[in-house]
């Protein structure tokens, strides 16, 4: 994966995105919003162990 500072979007290798259809003319083909928490499932792992941590020593 990689960031595109021009378009301010994830870009993940390899992936066409044809399996997932538009929504109500909504998004577009290959959008990937409801994959977001797989993409993101490590950083969020560590993010809620970092609140997590920092709550606790309050």
């Not at 994966?1 to 290798?13: F, I, W, Y």
């Not at 409801?34 to 020593?57: D, G, M, V």
Request: proline letters at 5%; one cysteine or more; aromatic letters at 12%.
């Amino acid at each position: 994966m990689t960031v595109s500072p021009e378009h301010h979007v994830l870009v993940v290798d390899g992936y066409e995105g044809a399996e997932y259809a538009p929504i109500y003319n909504f998004l577009n083909i290959g959008d990937i919003h409801s994959c977001e928490p797989w993409l993101y499932k490590y950083c969020l792992r560590e993010n809620i162990k970092k609140r997590l941590t920092a709550h606790r020593q309050k």
